[in-house]
C-alpha cells in the first residue's frame, strides 16, 4: 500500500477519427477509403505517491464512478500489486535467476477517509 497526498483527474471525452487513404487496386484504379473509428469517452486520475505518479485508467462506468467521488488534492492510500518480470538463465541443469525487474503496478483498490472507493471493473 501507498499513501498518496495529492491526485489530479483527467478526463477525454469520446471523439469520432476519420481518416481518408487513397487506394488502387489490381487493374490500376485509383479510389480513396474512408475509415471512422470511435474513441469512448476515458476517465483517469493520477496519483503523487510515494514512488513516484501512479496512474489508473479506463473507459467502463466503474472508472467514471470512481472518478466523479475523488476531489483534487484528496489523502489516499491507493493498494497495488507489484509486478516483475523474472529472466532465468536456462542452459543450465537447475535454472538460475539472472535479473528480476519491477515493470508495473496493478491497481487493487484506495481508500479516502475511512471510505473504500473501488473500481467496479467490467469483465
Given at each position: 500500500?501507498?499513501?498518496?497526498?495529492?491526485?489530479?483527474?483527467?478526463?477525454?471525452?469520446?471523439?469520432?477519427?476519420t481518416v481518408i487513404i487513397p487506394t488502387i487496386d489490381f487493374e490500376?484504379?485509383?479510389?480513396?477509403?474512408?475509415?471512422?473509428?470511435?474513441?469512448?469517452?476515458?476517465?483517469?486520475?493520477?496519483?503523487?505517491c510515494q514512488h513516484g505518479e501512479f496512474i489508473i485508467q479506463g473507459i467502463q462506468d466503474g472508472y467514471k464512478s470512481f472518478y466523479e467521488r475523488l476531489e483534487e488534492g484528496d489523502g489516499v492510500d491507493?493498494?497495488?500489486?507489484?509486478?516483475?518480470?523474472?529472466?532465468?538463465?536456462?542452459?543450465?541443469?537447475?535454472?538460475?535467476?539472472?535479473e528480476k525487474r519491477l515493470v508495473k503496478y496493478d491497481f487493487i483498490d484506495a481508500e479516502l477517509k475511512n471510505r473504500r472507493l473501488r473500481v467496479e471493473k467490467e469483465n
Open positions: 500500500m501507498r499513501i498518496c497526498t495529492n491526485h489530479q483527474k483527467v478526463y477525454t471525452p469520446s471523439r469520432r477519427d490500376g484504379n485509383l479510389g480513396i477509403s474512408i475509415d471512422t473509428d470511435e474513441i469512448p469517452e476515458k476517465y483517469a486520475v493520477i496519483f503523487n491507493v493498494l497495488y500489486r507489484e509486478v516483475y518480470r523474472a529472466v532465468y538463465d536456462r542452459s543450465k541443469a537447475e535454472e538460475e535467476l539472472l
